[in-house]
């Protein structure tokens, strides 16, 4: 029974696969057929007044050079005019003052850099920063605060970038006392 349903679907692909070939391969020959003799007997010429070669308009052609107008040519709007400066007079030389170099400087964390520690089956470093109510614990690489990226905890200290600026900081580790006892 298996093997009459195999037959069945073998003959129903190789009929489908005869009918694609039958009609993607049976059109290359010509359905209408033209008489080229009648054609050809009965030449139409065109009428040139001057069969003549244009080399004046040619050469012209070749010798124009673009010359910009200031203006996009891909575009409709005219560009606007040229503003009009009144004369100045004599001009009278102006040192410009020296420029003033700004650094950019990167703002502070606003957590404080507490303590470090290492996970036992890891060997990336894990940063424990406080704000004074919760406590952040942040491995190397990570996103704190949606602000600043953590590059590299250290025994003293942890550097860190401002995501939106790119600039980088460094904090430092700031020990706790013991609590004062009473």
Same mark, same amino acid.
């Given at each position: 029974m298996k093997q009459k349903k195999q037959l069945a679907v073998l003959a129903a692909l190789l009929l489908t696969a005869g009918v694609i070939w039958f009609l993607y391969f049976d059109f290359d020959k010509p359905i209408v057929t033209v008489d080229a003799g009648a054609a050809a007997q009965n030449p139409q010429l065109l009428s040139v007044e001057n069969p003549q070669l244009h080399t004046y308009g040619v050469a012209k052609a070749r010798n124009t050079e673009y010359k910009s107008g200031r203006r996009n040519i891909f575009s409709r709007e005219l560009p606007p005019p040229p503003p009009i400066q009144p004369d100045p007079g004599p001009k009278v030389p102006v040192v410009p003052p020296p420029p003033v170099i700004v650094t950019p400087t990167v703002s502070p964390l606003p957590v404080k850099f507490f303590g470090f520690g290492t996970v036992p089956n890891g060997t990336s470093r894990r940063a424990f920063l406080t704000d004074g109510e919760n406590v952040y614990v942040v491995a190397e690489g990570e996103i704190l605060l949606n602000r600043?990226?953590?590059?590299?905890?250290? !025994?003293? !200290?942890? +550097?860190? +970038? /401002?995501?939106?600026?790119?600039?980088?900081?460094?904090?430092?580790? /700031? +020990?706790?006392?013991? *609590? *004062?006892?009473?």
């Open positions: 600043f990226r953590i590059l590299k905890i250290g !025994n003293a !200290n942890l +550097e860190y +970038e /401002e995501v939106s600026s790119g600039l980088r900081g460094t904090a430092i580790l /700031e +020990e706790q006392g013991a *609590p *004062p006892s009473a």
